[in-house]
């Protein structure tokens, strides 16, 4: 019986493996990672194409559900609590942006792109080899987060949210 009831536990952790492959899976691209998501309750799509660092340091590119996408920047460190903060970045030896109002996450602790900047920012990702972020806090503090770019292009490629 102990045989039986053995198989029987490996076949059922093999399923569950199985299962949770099916609506999570993952590829790793250099520094960024794809992951594919789909809400299970709703066929969303939800994946994600990210690279992360340090301190809960991270650059996302989310698909939304809807067709569209939000690119998150976070610092890993509270912000602010006002609905927008001023955000800059610099990919590679470019100028860096003008400083720019982004919203706030509701936690305080990560920004998402505005709409008319996205594409911009989208294509820097895709085709540059470092970005750097600096996101005024509370204090008016500008810390400044770097991450490289490698592999970017091909997380980002991946993501069907960002082929309309």
């Not at 809960?56 to 610092?75: A, K, P």
């Not at 927008?84 to 860096?96: A, H």
Request: aromatic letters at 8%; one cysteine or more; proline letters at 4%.
């Amino acid at each position: 019986m102990p045989l039986v009831a053995n198989k029987m536990n490996k076949f059922l952790q093999f399923g569950i493996l199985l299962c949770a492959s099916v609506l999570v899976s993952q590829s790793v691209y250099a520094d960024w990672k794809y992951v594919e998501n789909t809400d299970p309750m709703t066929d969303e799509n939800k994946s994600i194409a990210m690279t992360s660092h340090g301190r809960n340091e991270s650059v996302i590119v989310r698909c939304d559900g809807n067709s569209d996408y939000d690119i998150i920047l976070s610092v890993g460190e509270y912000l602010n609590d006002n609905a927008r903060v001023p955000v800059q970045f610099r990919i590679d030896d470019k100028e860096p942006s003008e400083e720019r109002s982004w919203s706030l996450s509701t936690d305080g602790t990560a920004v998402f792109a505005p709409l008319r900047y996205k594409k911009e920012l989208i294509e820097g990702l895709k085709n540059g080899s470092q970005i750097v972020v600096q996101i005024t806090d509370y204090r008016g503090s500008k810390p400044f987060s770097k991450f490289s770019l490698a592999g970017s292009s091909a997380a980002i490629s991946q993501l069907t949210c960002l082929s309309n």
